[in-house]
């Protein structure tokens, strides 16, 4: 719990203007006030990280020029997984795959081979084509 309000509070100190940066300000019941563990204010809980810690140049990840919401999601077409096996025929396969590829001749293809390092690790390629 600690953890996400802590995330929440670097959040809300590196956002200029952010509706909930008065819930972190500097309060006189914060030294005054009675608190147990059950009531302690957010502000005091997350004081310690911050003093400890320099969280005024945290920056965001950069997501590009195009904002997210307008990016179309990646179709991932993978039918062939669920009618063949790589022990059938070698020139069945390729027909196969040759003619499933042949329908998204105006589309980025990204293959792979679907398979893992021992330490989970995911290889892709990325060839782009001429059109």
């Not at 499933?100 to 060839?127: E, M, P, Q």
Request: some cysteine.
């Amino acid at each position: 719990m600690l953890k996400s309000q802590i995330e929440y509070s670097v959040k809300v100190r590196c956002s200029d203007g952010h509706v909930s940066s008065s819930v972190f300000d500097e309060h006189w019941t914060h030294h005054y006030g009675t608190y147990n563990d059950r009531n302690l204010p957010i502000a005091i809980k997350v004081d310690e990280f911050h003093d400890t810690v320099e969280t005024n140049n945290v920056e965001a990840p950069k997501t590009g020029e195009i904002q997210p919401w307008l990016v179309v999601p990646l179709k991932t077409v993978d039918q062939l997984s669920n009618c063949i096996n790589k022990h059938e025929q070698p020139h069945a396969l390729l027909a196969l795959s040759n003619d499933l590829i042949d329908t998204y001749t105006n589309s980025v293809r990204l293959y792979t081979d679907a398979s893992k390092t021992d330490d989970n690790k995911v290889g892709v390629g990325c060839y782009p084509e001429p059109t």
